[in-house]
């Protein structure tokens, strides 16, 4: 997806795609965005729900992720 992403921050046409394709890469070649990052810490034990919750860029996908819910457009819920 590197190189998908690439091609998106070429053609301003396709930058909406870039967070899509960052989530899907999370294991592939390590992107991830900042809510999966997020999530990780959370499900680590590093930070608490609230610090969490006020962190993120998208709170509500968090707050569904965190309880197992996959949000429409979210890929949250799969983080490890």
């Known amino acids: 997806n590197t190189a998908a992403v690439r091609e998106c921050l070429t053609q301003t046409d396709k930058m909406h795609l870039i967070h899509g394709l960052i989530e899907d890469d999370q294991g592939t ?7 999966q990052s997020i999530l990780a810490l959370f499900n680590q034990g590093i930070i608490s729900f609230e610090t969490a919750v006020e962190s993120a860029n998208n709170p509500n996908d968090l707050e569904m992720a965190v309880r197992g819910i996959k949000s429409s457009g979210s890929r949250l819920a799969e983080v490890q």
């Open 29 to 35: 070649h390590g992107m991830q965005s900042f809510d």
